[in-house]
Structure formats: C-alpha cells, structure tokens
C-alpha cells in the first residue's frame, strides 16, 4: 500500500508540476518499480516474520498478497486521475490519432494502403472510413477501458514479478544451509 501511495503522489506532483508533460514513459516505469518494491519487500517481511519452512507456492501466494493491494490502488486512482483530474490528456490522445488519421488519410499512397487493409473500406468514401477508425481511440482512451487495462496489466506484471522475487529469495537470500 505504501508503495502505491508513493507512486500516486509522484504522479500528482508531476501533474502539478507538468515535468513530464504527455509523456507517460518515466511514471509508467516507475510504477513497474513500484509493483516490484510492493512485492519485494512485502514477500521479504513475511519471511522475515513468520521464520517457518514454506514452499514456493506459498511464497508466490504471499508476495501476491502484498501485490494485489497495490495493483487496486493504482488502477482505481487511475481510473478517477483520468476521469476527473487529467481528462484533458484523453482529449489531447485523442486529438493527435484524428490529426494523424486525417493525415494519412489526405496522403493518396496511405489513404490507398487503409483501403486494402480492410475489405470494408473497399466501398466506403474518405469520410465514413475517417468516422469508422477515430471510434476506436475514442473507445480506448476512456477511463473505465485505461483502469481495466492498468489493472490486467499491472496483475499480469505482479504474478511474473511474484514468480521472479520468490525464485530470487529461495535461490540467494533465504536459502537452506
């Protein structure tokens, strides 16, 4: 949980401050260093805690445990970060995709290469094929789609971490003598 706290304030203060602008790139892999400081340090105070033999499915199990909590946290903040706070980074997403699309679409060698890349645009006049792409990224850069995605994401990431920390602290830290 603290972890998840540290990260949600870093990404107010970067918010506040605008250092990082519409580039999500440091906070997202800070966030990745979150996840594996949740699970590392939750997994290493329950060994250190309960001093017992366990097998390493426990041991995935319990650093799973302190995961979960912060896999939650950040994407239910995530959720109201990009539905209150910043909604204006959707906006501005979204904007860039229709300018880009609209430029290729202007373009006759790419407007040509998106025709043949679906046989529905085969029939369908500049407009209707601009109308049918932009509903996508509308779709995608909504909040409730980002917080599903940030959280199968980052529990996705929190089973491979758990996996990894546990093999870690079996092989090297908490060994057997």
């Not at 979150?34 to 290493?44: D, N, P």
């Not at 060994?47 to 445990?65: F, G, H, P, R, V």
């Amino acid at each position: 949980m603290i972890a998840a706290l540290v990260w949600i304030g870093i990404k107010m203060i970067a918010f506040a401050t605008g250092i990082v602008g519409s580039n999500v790139v440091p906070l997202v892999m800070l966030n990745i260093l979150g996840v594996l400081l949740a699970i590392s340090i939750g997994l290493f105070l329950h060994k250190k805690k309960t001093m017992e033999d366990s097998n390493a499915l426990l041991d995935i199990k319990n650093a799973m445990s302190a995961g979960v909590p912060y896999v939650m946290l950040v994407s239910i903040f995530l959720y109201f970060y990009y539905a209150k706070i910043d909604p204006e980074f959707n906006a501005h997403q979204i904007a860039e995709f229709e300018t880009t699309l609209q430029r290729d679409l202007d373009d006759p060698i790419k407007f040509q290469q998106i025709k043949e890349s679906n046989e529905d645009f085969e029939v369908k006049s500049k407009k209707e094929i601009y109308d049918t792409l932009r509903s996508g990224p509308r779709a995608f850069y909504s909040p409730g789609s980002t917080m599903a995605i940030s959280m199968l994401s980052l529990l996705l990431l929190a089973t491979l971490n758990s996996i990894f920390v546990t093999i870690v602290y079996r092989k090297f830290i908490f060994r057997r003598q």
